[in-house]
């Protein structure tokens, strides 16, 4: 079973070895793979050293599945050459959410739509991930005809150099800028580049991700994105309405039970989900659950979850849980 991580040293992939070895993924053989400055380099997985390798070389070492986080255009460019090799691809990119020939997969949600000739399966935006993962079970059961969603994300999301750029600000060091503007003691009501119709890129992906995720074009979302100066999770204000009628009541049962997602909901105990308390773990966390009292069948809710894990490393690696289990690899 040998597994190829292209984009291996950077933050994601980092985390997606991490979590391939904490979920004792059966590797027989790992190929990381990152740009060409860091071929030869050596890297550590499960206590040994392995050597960084090219493109090239991954493809000609035959791994069974790569999982991808090397940017958009690098999967643009790689991905179709390593599945024409018979390598299924898991990319976390936005290169391939949209196109219809390829599935958009969170695992709890819709794995079941996978088939094994879909060999470059996208991996979905962080923020949508969590969004969706609480939205599932509610419009199962209930209907969701609107849902309006303001997300506050940690810089761990940018990369590195976001990482980097905030740590400089906190110790009053000159360095290179990952934003525009100080992201310490702020808030930056942009991630990604703005479109024409005035939201950013990244608004627009929770917006059309969210639908195909959930196989309904018929739900109208609409998003903020907010970056904020927090090192590691992802938080969303999240207003649902539903087409039926909902008790408080029927909306925690349902998340209660809900795969992948930790009910965190007690106001006299001050009891609800916070970046700093979701960090390193996998689950989605929901809590601030109330009825909106200026509008029927509505909700507030509260949605964190790690942005680096199931956001982006942990998914990936669901869905080649999934796809082993289910005899893609065979």
């Known amino acids: 079973m040998k597994v190829a991580v292209v984009g291996a040293t950077g933050l994601v992939g980092t985390m997606m070895l991490k979590v391939l070895e ?35 070389q991954a493809i000609a070492a035959k791994p069974k599945v790569a999982l991808f986080s090397a940017g958009g255009g690098t999967s643009l460019e790689w991905a179709p050459k390593f599945a024409a090799a ?13 196109n219809p020939a390829n599935k958009l997969v969170v695992p709890e949600i819709n794995a079941n739509t996978l088939s094994k000739s879909d060999f470059i399966i996208a991996n979905p935006n962080c923020s949508t991930i969590q969004l969706v993962a609480v939205l599932q079970p509610l419009h199962k059961q209930f209907q969701i005809n609107r849902v309006v969603v303001s997300t ?40 990604d580049v703005f479109l024409d119709n005035g939201y950013t890129k990244e608004e627009m992906k929770m917006v059309k991700e969210t639908c195909k995720i959930m196989g309904d074009d018929s739900i109208k979302v ?18 649902i309405s539903f087409n039926k009628a ?25 009891l609800y989900p916070m970046p700093l308390t979701a960090q390193d773990k996998d689950d989605v966390f929901v809590g601030r ?14 949605i964190v979850s790690d942005n680096l894990r199931k956001g ?4 990936a690696v669901q869905i080649a849980e999934y796809m082993f289990k289910n005899a893609f690899f065979a």
């Not at 609409?222 to 207003?239: D, K, L, Q």
């Open 152 to 191: 506050y994300q940690s810089v761990t999301g940018t990369g590195v150099k976001a990482v980097q750029q905030l740590e400089n600000e906190r110790n009053g060091v000159s360095g290179e800028m990952a934003y525009k503007y100080q992201i310490d003691k702020n808030a930056i009501p942009q991630i």
């Open 86 to 98: 018979g390598i299924y691809v898991i990319d976390n990119s936005s290169a391939w959410r949209m």
């Open 246 to 270: 909902i008790t408080l009541a029927e909306v925690n049962k349902l998340l209660a039970s809900a795969a992948g997602v930790v009910v965190q909901d007690n106001p006299s105990e001050a």
């Open 289 to 302: 659950i109330r009825m909106d009292e200026s509008f029927p069948n509505t909700i507030n809710l509260w």
């Open 22 to 56: 904490e979920r004792a993924f059966p590797i027989t053989e790992l190929i990381p793979v990152a740009s060409e400055k860091s071929v030869g380099k050596k890297i550590s997985f499960k206590g040994k050293e392995y050597l960084v390798h090219s493109m090239e």
């Open 312 to 315: 982006a490393a942990t998914n």
């Open 222 to 239: 609409t998003a903020t994105c907010v970056r904020i100066p927090v090192m590691g999770g992802h938080s969303e204000s999240v207003n």
